[in-house]
């Protein structure tokens, strides 16, 4: 897939003209990674966001695991995988406020990756207004919708568990 077919087929990047794709083309690079590279960590600062363009990528969370009474261990459990197909974004929080990331992100194959950088953003957003509204409004519809999935996850394993200790 090429940077041009990944970003229109993007939902963060739904809507937009052609030539207001032709600006994000201005600040997306290609980026690749070998097989078992650790694109983004759990906890790091992130600055980047991320799309596939050829690849698997394992998406990955630390769980903290007791063995005994005083036995804990980490271990990181692989929640998705992602790709091209996919047209999935990762790191966007990263284009809104520099935080810690909420996940580990490594190459299950040889990938090729779009990255786009916070700063490059936020330059695009003042100097292109009426762009930066439509992408941060696809980019809250895409935050809202992770967001009230995770709510249905946690009530989904709140009720496995009432269920577990109550028998």
Known sequence: MNLLAALKASTLFKGLEDREIDEILKIA???RFPKDSLIMEEGEEGDTLYMVLE???DVSKSLTMKFGDDDFRTT???LTR??????????????I?????????MARTDCRLIEIRRDDFIRLVEENPRLG???LLNLSELLI???RQSSEDVVKLTTALSIALSK
Do not use: F, N, W, Y
Not at 97 to 104: F, M, N
């Open 145 to 147: 919708g992770r967001l």
């Open 55 to 57: 690849g698997e990528l």
């Open 133 to 135: 509204v439509k992408i």
């Open 82 to 95: 992602i790709r091209p197909q996919d047209h999935e974004v990762l790191g966007e929080m990263a284009l």
């Open 97 to 105: 406020c520099r935080d810690k990331r909420s996940a580990s992100v």
């Open 29 to 31: 690079r290609e980026t």
């Open 76 to 78: 990181d459990k692989v």
